[in-house]
């Protein structure tokens, strides 16, 4: 009986919220009635985009309201108002989230006072489900339809405040287009890094090498001891620009991710990094790998990751966890160093980000100063 009453409780609090919430747009009816005046004598027309912003502010705090008594959140997708008065008027106007929010509201005028059913029955149901409960040990009857008068608004907000198909669509191909622009500019990046590689680098040490052979060979005839420490130099010449190729190679595609996957090269990667890292591969080196694409992707998030462990967090343990997901593949990396890590910062989280939104992937950081730092990767693809 007290767990009854005690939900019945919560459902009031709910539906009280809800019909204050109500009761505030009843008064925003003014506002509504301002700005309409305004659009039609065009003078007071910047008042809209204002409007519609608020009204947004209005349905997020419906929406986080809901979300509280369901547990499910309900996304917000609006489009920027920005650009000049008249560029976010239409933006305004035409944004499928102003059509949403404003059948939301209207319809709320008039289910957001459904406190005016629960109440009455409160008095009903301590008197009815206490001798029901309390005397015949039987199922209260009554204070639960508080709980489904709150379900039944939150199900309606749920069902209104949801974005529609167009405004969802219409947030997809800008989501694609911002990766799409991202994934352009970090490829460009990585080109110029290559072509800086290669030219400063390998370059560099093949003309030394060149020059030096050149001087051996001159050299051989006349002076054979100063020909052969020349031939030397050139060897070690050629040792360092084949170090410097595989290294360029390496931060294109690594060679050990084809010889031996990704938990091989994640376990290499852990070896060779100076830290104690726990890796649990999630058996990932057993049955379908990933495309190669992924597996590069997060090949390079735990690098990145790893490394910035060893520079920023002032720990010298990390843990690594590779999990094979319904949809694709999710990567953990976790430390309880210092934490505060910022994007910002330069600390190769951002392009991180970009490359792996650019394979339409997800990327969550969490670093409270003080720590622990968690960055989880997940990246969508088909085995």
């Known amino acids: 009986m007290w767990k009854t009453v005690r939900r019945a409780a919560w459902a009031t609090v709910h539906l009280v919220l809800a019909a204050a919430m109500a009761f505030g747009m009843w008064i925003f009816v003014t506002v509504l009635l301002i700005t309409a005046i305004g659009a039609l004598t065009v003078v007071g027309v910047w008042l809209l985009p204002e409007t519609v912003l608020l009204i947004r502010r209005i349905a997020g705090a419906k929406r986080s309201l809901t979300a509280t008594w369901t547990g499910v959140r309900i996304p917000e997708v609006y489009r920027p108002l920005t650009g000049t008065v008249r560029e976010r008027v239409v933006k305004a106007v035409k944004d499928p989230g102003t059509r949403t929010d404003a059948r939301w509201m209207v319809a709320y005028w008039f289910y957001g006072a459904l406190l005016a059913l629960a109440v009455p029955l409160w008095p009903v149901g301590l008197v009815v489900d206490g001798v029901w409960c309390g005397l015949l040990r039987r199922e209260a009857v009554v204070l639960p339809l508080i709980v489904r008068l709150a379900d039944l608004e939150a199900d309606w907000s749920t069902a209104l405040l949801k974005p529609s198909p167009q ?178 910062g330069g600390s190769g989280l951002l392009g991180m980000r970009r490359r792996v939104a650019a394979l339409d992937g997800t990327m969550e950081v969490s670093s409270p100063v003080g720590g622990p730092t968690v960055i989880e990767v997940e990246l969508p693809c088909v085995w």
């Open 167 to 344: 405004a969802q669509l219409t947030a997809r191909v800008e989501e694609l287009a911002a990766t799409r622009a991202d994934a352009i500019a970090a490829h460009e990046a990585e080109l110029r890094r290559i072509e800086r590689d290669l030219h400063d680098g390998a370059q560099a040490q093949l003309v030394a090498l060149s020059m030096r052979i050149g001087l051996a060979r001159r050299a051989y005839g006349g002076d054979p001891e100063t020909g052969r420490r020349l031939l030397d130099e050139a060897q070690e010449q050629a040792e360092k620009a084949l170090t410097e190729l595989r290294q360029v190679v390496r931060g294109i595609h690594p060679p050990i991710l084809s010889d031996r996957g990704l938990a091989g090269a994640v376990r290499a990667l852990a070896a060779g990094s100076g830290l104690d890292v726990a890796v649990d591969d999630g058996g990932l080196d057993q049955g379908v790998r990933a495309p190669a694409a992924v597996e590069a992707a997060a090949y390079f998030a735990v690098a990145e990751s790893l490394t910035n462990v060893a520079k920023y967090s002032g720990v010298s343990r990390a843990e690594v966890r590779l999990v094979r997901v319904r949809r694709g593949l999710r990567v953990r990396v976790r430390d309880e160093g210092c934490g505060g890590a910022d994007e910002t």
